[in-house]
């Protein structure tokens, strides 16, 4: 059975991010859409166009000065990050409305209610850089009866890889590549790896001095057992190559509320495919505080957070 995703959201909360952003023009439904499933797959064509524009403009030439220093955060000053959220949050109001988006939600909330979470580039550094592994994504959330949000529907695009990865919650995740012979779709699924010996591991890390410290400690810690420890990111995609048995497990010692369109976008296709994904001791991740974040293969889960502090 598929182990739930251990996320939960302060009711009633306003945003996570996105303050100042411009607010898509909302459209009234010409017509919903046959199930969510069929909704996931007209987001993923959406984030693919858009992949195509972010493609194209990643071959301009580009340096460090893309970032720039805000409140101890490395932020990405490009224009590409609005573009995109601009042209993605558009395109989505045809295919279905649901009740807005995440970063305008109102303040109650009622249970039932739908909003859609953008995300930017996750993994803008490679993005600069001119390396592959960077996405777009998107997630939608659900409040339940307690008006607690949770995402039931993710897309993770990797442009420069051709990979998408699709999930809604109770119907699997997939993954589409794009091959000399067209698109093929496959059904994902974590590995079979039993424990932390000969494993596949990857962490995230960032420009902070303690975050990286303490990320870092734990590779020191581990290494002997697995077979490869990679950092390599982001964390929409590392998620995503846990789900599809390419790593065995990923780590990151401190995920920020910025991450939570890649981290929710990730976690779902986790959770769809069967993996595990918690907070480093386990609690549930929560998406209106700072998380460490541990997703495995369910296998290996307790022999790789014994080395966890």
């Known amino acids: 059975m598929a182990e739930a995703i251990p996320i939960v959201d302060e009711p009633h909360g306003r945003t996570l991010e996105g303050e100042g952003a411009s607010k898509p023009v909302m459209r009234k439904r010409k017509g919903i859409l046959h199930g969510i499933e069929q909704v996931a797959l007209e987001v993923a064509r959406i984030l693919q166009d858009a992949g195509k524009h972010a493609l194209n403009d990643q071959m301009n030439p580009r340096d460090l000065k893309s970032f720039e220093m805000t409140d101890n955060h490395l932020s990405f000053t490009s224009d590409i990050d609005k573009r995109l959220a601009q042209f993605i949050s558009n395109r989505i109001t045809y295919v279905d409305v649901f009740d807005g988006f995440w970063q305008f939600r109102p303040e109650e909330c009622h249970p039932g209610e739908r909003y859609w979470c953008v995300g930017g580039i996750d993994g803008a550094i490679n993005f600069v850089r001119s390396m592959p592994e960077w996405t777009i994504t998107v997630s939608l959330f659900e409040f339940n009866d307690q008006c607690s949000a949770q995402p039931i529907l993710s897309v993770v695009h990797a442009p420069a890889l051709g990979l998408t990865y699709l999930a809604v919650r109770g119907s699997g995740a997939i993954r589409i590549r794009k091959t000399p012979l067209g698109d093929k779709r496959e059904k994902i699924m974590p590995s ?9 591991v990857s962490f995230g890390m960032s420009h902070v001095p303690e975050e990286s410290k303490r990320a870092l400690e734990v590779v020191s810690r581990i290494s002997g057992r ?41 976690a779902v296709v986790v959770w769809e495919a069967q993996g595990h994904l918690s907070r480093w001791n386990g609690d549930l991740v929560h998406w209106r505080q700072e998380n460490d974040v541990l997703a495995t293969n369910g296998l290996i889960t307790d022999d790789l957070r014994q080395y966890l502090a």
């Open 226 to 266: 697995p077979a490869d420890i990679k950092r390599v990111g982001p964390s929409s995609l590392d998620l995503c190559k846990v789900a599809d048995g390419t790593y065995d497990a990923y780590f990151e010692a401190h995920l920020h509320k910025w991450d939570v369109p890649a981290v929710s976008a990730g």
């Open 192 to 200: 079979t790896t039993p424990s932390l010996d000969y494993a596949v």
